[in-house]
């Protein structure tokens, strides 16, 4: 790693460049920062430098904040077609999403890039830049302010806060940059250090005044859409995959920046791990469909559509204890998550409420005492939104989220789970029986078995539903 000072252009403006190992030349002293509003994450682009190269392709070094504190960085390289760079000369925004690739550097001195572009105020016990303003609508550089940031390590107090776009100190609340189109310095299209807006690939397009392919180029891409591509290991956004383009898609929509960051927050609370993936995965596929997902509780709701049958007979309150054959005690636990509101605490079969006594006890009859089930949540009866034949609305159904305080779309499928639905599969009168393990359903009326029912999701909670002729 070495530093060099070089002259920009006819201007001779002087830029601070740091040439990697691998032979990048990045500008140092010229960054986009996005952070997200909680501050929990944020971003560094810096221009990428290259004497000569083909017009159409233009490359940037994103550093990007981890889960576990540290940084990680890419080489973001557009390879634009002549004729959507040319629409771009002329003043237009067209997508570039299906023609960014990321790539890994690994030899750059991000402590030094970061601490090279922030400052420090001693009397304030705050860091700031000064940074420019990305347009939500355009992705272009719009203005340029003095904004606090965290403190890189060891550099002062590291407060978390924000501060506003005025530059004056924080009140604690973080502003996001690429949300704040229209305020600032107004230097949109270009603001002299190659990060400007229309004008990309050389020094003659709109008033930039870069070297080079030094342009910073977004196009609404922004660092939470990146990262979460990232965390779910697609960075390569352009990958053809038929599993994932949808997901891709939907990540890259301006329209789902809410759900989003509740996606971001899940993965970064929980370790990145393989089950958080799936279960991501799955939350996203069914935010897709329009279904309601608990990031709080780990739960999907997944649609169990059934036949027009209606329940008439006793029903009964599941109760806080179930005490077992062997007098031990299940504690059983519920909640109001789902988005009515409503408590899973509700009158439910009587042969459902046998059904769950039945399985706790074969599942305990076969487990290792260290193993032995002693609590399970129970996430919805009769509550929630369902399908409309779905026999939740019965009350002949029963969907369970956790074991143990341990909920299963992290813990994967463990004895505990494949003992408790075997346990199911064995009650009299079951029906449908939908979970980790397996999703089985028993036809009552011909007395046969589907083994591999088509149904979707269920990886985070196991669905049981019950059926007396």
Not at 60 to 78: E, H, M, R, W
Not at 155 to 161: C, I, R
Not at 366 to 394: A, F, Q, R
Request: net charge negative.
């Amino acid at each position: 790693m070495q530093s060099d000072q070089s002259k920009a252009n006819s201007d001779n403006e002087s830029l601070k460049l740091v040439v990697t190992d691998s032979g990048l030349t990045i500008n140092s002293e010229h960054a986009i920062y996005l952070e997200s509003s909680d501050g929990l994450y944020h971003s560094y682009t810096f221009p990428v430098i290259e004497e000569s190269t083909e017009s159409n392709i233009i490359k940037n070094a994103l550093i990007s904040l981890q889960p576990d504190g540290n940084y990680k960085t890419f080489l973001v390289t557009y390879n634009l077609p002549l004729e959507v760079k040319s629409l771009i000369d002329a003043g237009e925004t067209p997508s570039v999403v299906e023609y960014i690739t990321f790539t890994d550097i690994e030899d750059l001195d991000l402590a030094g890039m970061i601490n090279g572009l922030v400052h420090y105020d001693e009397g304030l016990n705050i860091c700031y830049e000064y940074q420019d303003i990305i347009s939500q609508g355009t992705g272009w550089v719009i203005g340029t302010d003095r904004v606090e940031v965290p403190c890189p390590p060891g550099v002062g107090y590291n407060s978390g806060g924000g501060g506003g776009t005025t530059g004056e100190p924080g009140n604690g609340e973080t502003n996001n940059p690429h949300e704040l189109e229209g305020e600032g310095n107004n230097n949109f299209p270009g603001d002299g250090h190659g990060s400007g807006g229309p004008g990309i690939g050389n020094n003659n397009s709109g008033n930039s005044t870069g070297t080079g392919n030094a342009t910073v180029l977004i196009d609404n891409i922004t660092a939470m859409q990146i990262n979460v591509l990232n965390l779910l290991n697609l960075s390569d956004i352009t990958e053809d995959s038929v599993n994932n383009q949808d997901v891709i898609d939907w990540i890259k929509d301006d329209l789902n920046a809410y759900q989003l960051k509740r996606v971001q927050t899940f993965l970064q609370n929980h370790e990145v791990s393989e089950e958080a993936i799936a279960f991501a995965m799955e939350a996203i596929e069914a935010l897709l469909d329009g279904g309601e997902v608990d990031f709080e509780e780990l739960y999907i709701q997944t649609d169990t559509p059934d036949d027009n049958y209606v329940y008439l007979g006793q029903k009964v309150n599941i109760p806080n204890q179930i005490i077992l054959n062997d007098n031990s005690i299940v504690n059983v636990t519920f909640n109001s998550n789902t988005s009515d509101g409503v408590s899973s605490n509700q009158e439910v079969s009587i042969y459902l409420l046998e059904s769950i006594e039945f399985a706790l006890n074969e599942a305990n009859n076969n487990l290792d005492s260290s193993d032995k089930i002693n609590e399970v949540n129970i996430y919805c009866t009769t509550n929630g939104n369902h399908s409309t034949t779905s026999n939740h609305y019965n009350g002949t159904a029963v969907d369970i989220n956790s074991i143990n305080r341990q909920r299963m779309a992290l813990t994967g499928v463990t004895n505990q789970i494949i003992q408790l639905q075997e346990g199911f599969d064995n009650y009299q009168y079951i029906r449908e029986n939908f979970g980790p393990h397996f999703k089985h359903k028993y036809d009552i009326y011909s007395n046969t078995w589907n083994h591999n029912y088509p149904v979707g999701g269920h990886g985070d909670h196991i669905h049981i539903s019950v059926r007396v002729n």
